[in-house]
């Protein structure tokens, strides 16, 4: 299966003399990059969807959290193999920026995938 390619924060691309699509590996990371990236209520047909990461700028960082609600919402996703563990390494640098790194199992490859989100 496919869909539209969309990188959360940017516009659609265009491949081909229409929109670009995306299916496999890259599909499962622009899905987990819009869900992360969502805040509660921002998507109006289910307004439980998302981590709501960018409602946290500017808020103290506590690991724990970050940590906790990005496996809540990996957990959600059907592109990640449930039966593997999921890693989610959270740090913050003097400057105040926080980095997220999560490894998790793409569900059809079984393939070993990293996500990196810097803030």
């Known amino acids: 299966m ?5 990188v959360m924060g940017a516009d659609l ?3 081909g003399g229409g929109l670009a699509v995306v299916d496999g590996a890259e599909e499962v990371r622009q899905r987990l990059l ?3 990236c969502t805040n509660p209520g921002g998507y109006i047909w ?3 969807y998302g981590a709501g990461l960018p409602a946290m700028i500017g808020s103290p960082v ?10 809540a ?3 959600l996703e059907s592109g990640v193999d449930q039966t593997q563990p999921v890693d989610v390494s959270v740090s913050s640098s003097a400057g105040g920026v926080v980095s997220c790194a999560i490894t998790y199992v793409d569900a059809a490859t079984q393939e070993m995938q990293t996500l990196l989100l810097d803030g």
Request: hydrophobic fraction near 45%.
């Open 2 to 6: 496919s869909a539209v390619g969309h």
């Open 73 to 75: 919402q990996m957990a």
């Open 62 to 71: 506590v690991s724990g959290t970050i940590k906790s609600v990005v496996l």
């Open 13 to 15: 691309s265009l491949s």
């Open 46 to 48: 289910q307004i439980g």
């Open 34 to 36: 819009r869900r992360l």
